[in-house]
């Protein structure tokens, strides 16, 4: 709680003191986006999260790591922030080079390597959180 008034009352000192632009505040995604988008990530790292877990705990520890290059389908830099730091906070994954062009994502299983990728659920997912509402 005191983690959330403090990061409130910056925002509205930010807000007054006309800290507040594009950037810093990207309103150009809606709430309404984005409460959409956050519960289904938290599920996406939870689900994750007990996948590497019971690889890591497998005795035979099945891992198979893979390097798998893509192009988003993002435009704005945002848009492909937002999908590169989705990519890094869901366990088993890791976003290693991220711009236009082309994502370098780093994946401990083929499981984990076939989530990710063009046209892939978070992939379309962040493409409609760029879109204005």
């Known amino acids: 709680a005191a983690g959330v008034g403090c990061a409130v009352a910056t925002a509205l000192i930010a807000d007054r003191l006309g800290l507040v632009d594009d950037e810093g505040h990207p309103v150009q995604i809606s709430v309404r986006a984005m ?13 994750s999260a007990l996948q590497v877990s019971w690889v890591v705990l497998h005795p035979k520890l099945p891992i198979e790591p893979q390097l798998v290059r893509f192009k988003p389908s ?17 366990p088993g994954t890791i976003c290693i080079e991220a711009d236009a062009d082309e994502f370098l994502v780093h994946a401990l299983t083929a499981a984990s390597a076939a989530g990710v990728g063009s046209h892939s659920d978070m992939d379309e997912r962040v493409a409609r959180l760029e879109q204005r509402p």
């Open 74 to 90: 993002q435009r704005s830099d945002l848009g492909l922030v937002i999908h590169a730091n989705s990519i890094t906070l869901t």
């Open 35 to 47: 409460l959409g988008y956050w519960p289904w990530l938290l599920k996406e790292i939870v689900k």
